[in-house]
């Protein structure tokens, strides 16, 4: 576990570490007691501890019930003559990954919404089955930073009484400040459109901590967000700026947010942000919280020399979103702008001169292809560009890839 020291006292963000290969991450069920009990070993594979240590080849590891005994080269570690042996060769064994960002309940606008009226009442049955598949990829732990408290809560300590198989769980629920995935914080929805199913959807993800909240001074926001608490998630992301809007607008008051920070924190719980402005991240850093959603996304800027540096001063977590700009969705960017360039370059050769605005507009409109000279930077670009700077300025990095219940 990673534990975080402040003025104000200590508060732990966890991010415990089990063999992938091992999965024995909560008590058995009734019954299946003494076969966990049994000593397991995993021999032959190549075993990384997650430390920045070299691989160790041929590698034998021991475990007991919910305990790694030994770890080291199969010569030197002893397998009992009862044990249960797992042949290892050819693979490879490291520690559970932690997943800081997933979305597993359903919780989402109008592109699900058959979707939702279908499974809205099977939602927990959801929630498992998106973390078992975490689980069956080496994700140990979990932490839902969006999506509907109560059947989260519902499986998360299902899974922790051992009833449940599944990863170690971290629930928050909404998004405390915006009004549900049918509305105008999230998606852009106005209420007066909504149905009733949809106005109930909103209901049951907020639960009292929607967009009501911005409207509140600071003593009554500190009663608001206590009766949010109580209903047990474990920690509090906030909006400290909206979701999806362009221009994207401060959600709290910088009072507000110390609000929300400082209740939060006195329960010994962590407090992380959505803010994807310079400003609106710099206030949310300025609040005092502990982690940072995404915060390579500041609305197409680069991040500044003095946020990351404020970052990395105060010791705040980037739960970073690799996935999006890196891998297979990089190199087919780098192939889709190769081959736009080629094509204005064909286009203009046609003409036997460069085109005017007028007529690269026209073409963008019948094409569909974009001038990769119209614009500089990208989206993905800035992002990765954004990372690396976080990175190399010392921040402290997790990875939160945004995993949604269906995949998307």
């Keep these: 576990m990673i534990l975080k020291q402040h ?20 008590t058995p069920p009734t019954g299946a007691v003494q076969l966990a009990e049994r000593t397991t070993a995993i021999v032959g594979a190549t075993v990384i501890d997650g430390n920045g240590g070299i691989p160790l080849q041929d590698g034998t590891i021991l475990v007991e019930g919910r305990r790694i005994l030994a770890v080291g080269p199969s010569s030197a570690v002893q397998v009992p003559l009862d044990a249960r042996v797992i042949d290892g060769t ?15 309940s359903l919780a989402f606008g109008r592109r699900w919404s058959d979707t939702n009226a279908r499974y809205w009442n099977r939602n927990a049955d959801l929630v498992l089955q998106g973390v078992q598949l975490h689980l069956k990829y080496g994700v140990t732990t979990v932490r839902d930073s969006y999506g509907a408290l109560l059947p989260g809560i519902q499986v998360r300590d299902a ?9 170690r769980m971290y629930v928050a629920g909404n998004i405390v400040g915006w009004g549900g995935p049918f509305s105008v914080t999230f998606s852009g929805d106005r209420e007066s459109e909504l149905i009733l199913f949809e106005e109930q959807i909103n209901d049951s993800i907020t639960l009292g901590s929607g967009e009501e909240l911005m409207h509140m001074t600071p003593e009554e926001l500190r009663v608001a967000i206590n009766a949010y608490l109580d209903r047990g998630p474990d920690f509090i992301k906030y909006g400290g700026t909206s979701h999806f809007n362009y221009p994207t607008l401060i959600g709290f008051s910088p009072r507000a947010q110390r609000v929300i920070v400082e209740e939060t924190q006195k329960r010994g719980l962590v407090a992380e942000t959505h803010s994807t402005t310079l400003e609106g991240l710099r206030l949310s850093v300025l609040a005092g919280l502990d982690l940072i959603q995404h915060p390579e996304v500041v609305a197409m800027r680069e ?29 087919k960017h780098l192939d889709e702008r190769e081959k736009a360039a080629e094509r204005w370059a064909e286009l203009e050769r046609e003409r036997g001169a460069p085109l005017t605005l007028a007529e690269v507009r026209q073409k963008i409109q019948e094409t569909g292809i974009e001038d990769p000279r119209s614009v500089t930077i990208g989206n993905l670009e800035m992002r990765q560009i954004n ?16 995993n949604l219940l269906f995949g998307t």
């Excluded at 050819?90 to 597993?104: E, Q």
């Excluded at 990372?387 to 890839?401: D, M, N």
Aim: positive net charge; proline residues 4%.
């Design 387 to 402: 990372a690396r700077k976080l990175i190399r300025g010392g921040c402290i990095i997790s990875v939160g890839p945004d």
């Design 90 to 104: 050819g693979k490879y064994v490291t520690p559970g990954f932690i997943d800081t960002n997933v979305h597993m």
């Design 7 to 26: 003025a104000r006292g200590a508060r732990m963000f966890r991010l415990s570490f089990l063999f992938s290969g091992v999965f024995l991450i909560t």
């Design 159 to 167: 899974i922790a009484r051992g009833e449940l198989v599944g990863p």
């Design 303 to 331: 991040i500044t020399d003095e946020l990351v540096e404020l970052i990395v001063e105060r010791g705040i977590i980037c739960s970073l979103l690799p996935n999006k700009y890196t891998g297979d969705v990089w190199k």
